[in-house]
């Protein structure tokens, strides 16, 4: 594996006049080869303004349009949104987040005093001509509970949709990680199962990632935050035989990254990539083997590396508020390479990313 070409999916053409800051992309390939990606643009990095775009390439990411919204309407109070994309087998697209709801456009995500979080909605939506229109977002609710569904659903081969998510909070303990599952084409959803709860309830599992590695089997890696001592842990992965229904006990990768993703390959192998945000800082792609044996590396190399890229690690708060790139992805083309994109911190504003892998 290695690098072949690092595009820029978007940056804002006029920071002298104008803050466009964009975060948190989520690219799909939809039928006929366009790759249409949906990430948010605001003023800042955590701004009450933050909306849903869309922009597309029709060139296997070389270059891409000016993003567009993803809807129009305007909510009241005001609604910072994030949505990844997934194509369905019957050729839709189906964007699932969240919403944080904003009472004013000064008041933190995250409170500094107490750790509380705004009001947050878990919302959906729908396109069917391959992501030029989206429907309105609406709510959907899992047993009450607020998800940070951080990254895209899947759809497993027998047609059922999984998310992975855990209900998010920033408390000492009552940490878990669900499956949440939907038979209708995200119509309705329930909780499928639990995928990851440490014994006493203080290990978030947070941006929890998901693929199917053959029919029926799949993997989970999330980014392991001990809330009790306030300390990121590494890597870990679990892995279901039965759809998602239960998972084995969750395997320590050894890997001290943070926000991750992860993509199956042939032979029951592993892509995956990783921010690490703590000294040697830099995104990370692994080569990964899974077996009898635990698990085995064997091969990675650096997207970039740079620890002035480096998050602060002096509490949770200050970690979230100083973050500087995160949510990598991985989508293999129907060209035979592989893109890998992110959001980073680049000449001052947060811009969307884009590395071209080939074997």
């Not at 199917?212 to 999330?222: D, K, L, W």
Request: charged share 20%; aromatic share 8%.
């Amino acid at each position: 594996m290695h690098l072949v070409d690092t595009v820029t999916v978007y940056a804002n053409p006029q920071p002298l006049l104008v803050s466009r800051q964009a975060v948190f992309p989520g690219i799909v390939q939809v039928p006929g080869g366009d790759l249409v990606a949906v990430f948010s643009i605001g003023q800042a990095f955590d701004s009450a303004d933050q909306r849903a775009v869309v922009s597309r390439s029709g060139d296997f990411g070389r270059t891409w349009s000016e993003p567009e919204a993803l809807h129009s309407t305007r909510f009241d109070p005001e609604e910072s949104e994030s949505y990844k994309p997934l194509l369905l087998a019957d050729g839709s697209l189906l964007a699932t987040g969240y919403v944080f709801v904003r009472p004013t456009p000064l008041t933190p995500i995250v409170d500094p005093a107490t750790l509380e979080l705004l009001p947050m909605r878990n919302k959906i939506s729908v396109s069917h001509d391959a992501g030029k229109s989206w429907s309105i977002p609406r709510d959907f609710s899992v047993e009450g509970a607020s998800l940070e569904l951080s990254g895209p659903c899947i759809q497993l081969a027998s047609g059922r949709i999984l998310g992975a998510a855990a209900p998010f909070h920033l408390g000492k303990e009552g940490h878990a990680g669900w499956i949440i599952a939907s038979d209708d084409n995200g119509i309705s959803w329930r909780k499928l199962s639990e995928f990851y709860r440490s014994p006493r309830g203080e290990v978030s599992p947070w941006e929890c990632r998901l693929c199917e590695t053959a029919p029926g089997e799949v993997a989970v890696i999330f980014w392991a935050y001990d809330n009790a001592r306030g300390v990121n842990l590494a890597n870990h992965i679990v892995l279901s035989r039965d759809g998602g229904e239960s998972f084995g006990p969750a395997i320590d990768t050894g890997i001290r990254g943070q926000a991750s993703n992860l993509m199956a390959l042939d032979g029951g192998r592993l892509l995956t990539i990783h921010a690490h945000r703590e000294a040697p800082v830099g995104l990370v792609v692994r080569q990964l083997a899974l077996g009898g044996n635990g698990l085995v590396i064997e091969e990675e190399f650096d997207l970039f590396a740079d620890d002035r890229m480096g998050s602060s690690s002096v509490d949770i708060a200050r970690q979230f508020g100083s973050l500087k790139f995160g949510q990598p992805s991985l989508l293999r083309l129907s060209n035979g390479e592989i893109l890998a994109a992110c959001w980073q911190l680049e000449n001052c504003q947060h811009v969307i990313k884009g590395y071209v892998l080939a074997a």
